[in-house]
C-alpha cells in the first residue's frame, strides 16, 4: 500500500505505516535491485522493500543506510547485524524471515524516528536475541541463561546496548496472573527507566500492528486482544518530556496510534 499523499521524512524515508493506495508487487516494481539507483531505492516504503524484494531487498537497505556512518559505527552495526542473523537463521514468522523484522524495526527507528545513534540501532537489531536464544548466545547451559545472555551483549557490544535489549526483553510471568496484563504492566514499568529503550518497542510494536493486516484466522483477534490495550501505554510513553525524539516525529508515531485503534476496535467489533 501506497498513499497518495505519501509523507516524506529525511534521508529519503516514507511512512510505512499510513498508506491507502496499493501497489502489485507482480507489475509495477519488477526491476531486478541491481538495475535500481541507491537514490530510488531508499526512496521505497519499507513495507514495499519487503514484498517485492524480500530479505535481500532489507539487506541491501540497511547497508545503504548505514553507508554514511562513520567507519567504526558502520563496523559495530554490522557486527551486530551478523550476530542477529547467526542467532535467528532458523527463525521464521508466517510469512517470512524473523531477520526482516528485525531489519525494519532498526530501519524505522534509523529512518522514521531520525536516530543515529548506534547503541540503540545495534540494541533494535539484537531485541529479540535474548528472549529467544538466552542460551545459544550465553554458550553452554548457564543457570541463569537471560542473565548471562546479557552478561555476553555486554561484552561484547557495551553496557548500554545490554541494558536497551534487557529493558524490552519480556520476563517469565506468573502462571496464575493474565499473561498480557503482566506484559503491559513489564513495558510500562521497564520503559518508564529507559527512554531509548522506549524507541525500540514503539517499532517493535509497529512492525507488529502492521503484520496483524496480513494475518488470518483467529490469530487476528487474538492479536487484537493483546496490542489493543498496549496503545494508551505506549503513547502516554512517546509523549513524555524524555523519549528522545522531536516534536513532530512523535505526532507521526501517535497518528500510527491513531490508526492502529482504528484497526484493532474494527478487528474487535461484534459481528
Given amino acids: 500500500m501506497i498513499a497518495a499523499d505519501q509523507v516524506r521524512h529525511p534521508a529519503g524515508c516514507y511512512d510505512d505505516f499510513i498508506t491507502n493506495r496499493s501497489i502489485n508487487s507482480a507489475g509495477g516494481l519488477i526491476w531486478a535491485m541491481d538495475d535500481l539507483t541507491p537514490k530510488y531505492f531508499l526512496s521505497l516504503p519499507l513495507h514495499v522493500v519487503t514484498e517485492v524484494y524480500g530479505e535481500q531487498g532489507l539487506r541491501k537497505r540497511f547497508q545503504l543506510e548505514i553507508a554514511s556512518f562513520a567507519e567504526s559505527g558502520r563496523a559495530f552495526l554490522e557486527r551486530a547485524f551478523g550476530l542477529a542473523e547467526r542467532l535467528h537463521r532458523d527463525d521464521r514468522r508466517t510469512r517470512e524471515p524473523v531477520l526482516n523484522h528485525l531489519l525494519r524495526v532498526t530501519l524505522r527507528i534509523l529512518c522514521h524516528y531520525r536516530v543515529r545513534d548506534v547503541d540503540v540501532l545495534a540494541a533494535a537489531l539484537l531485541h529479540d536475541s535474548v528472549e529467544d536464544h538466552p542460551e545459544e548466545l550465553a554458550g553452554g547451559a548457564p543457570q541463569d541463561p537471560t542473565s548471562a545472555a546479557l552478561g555476553v551483549l555486554s561484552r561484547d557490544f557495551g553496557p548500554r546496548v545490554a ?109
Wanted: hydrophobic share 35%; net charge negative; glycine share 4%.
Fill in 163 to 271: 541494558e536497551l535489549v534487557g529493558a524490552v526483553t519480556n520476563p517469565e510471568y506468573e502462571t496464575s496472573r493474565d499473561k498480557d496484563e503482566q506484559y503491559r504492566e513489564h513495558v510500562r514499568d521497564s520503559l518508564g527507566q529507559h527512554p531509548y529503550a522506549r524507541l525500540i518497542k514503539v517499532s517493535d510494536f509497529t512492525d507488529n500492528g502492521v503484520g496483524v493486516l496480513y494475518t488470518v484466522g483467529p490469530k487476528v483477534r487474538r492479536a487484537a486482544q493483546k496490542y489493543s490495550p498496549m496503545v494508551p501505554v505506549l503513547r502516554e510513553l512517546v509523549q513524555r518530556d524524555d523519549t528522545p525524539l522531536p516534536a513532530d516525529v512523535k505526532a507521526h508515531i501517535s497518528s500510527q496510534f491513531d490508526l492502529a485503534e482504528e484497526r484493532f476496535a474494527a478487528i474487535l467489533a461484534p459481528h
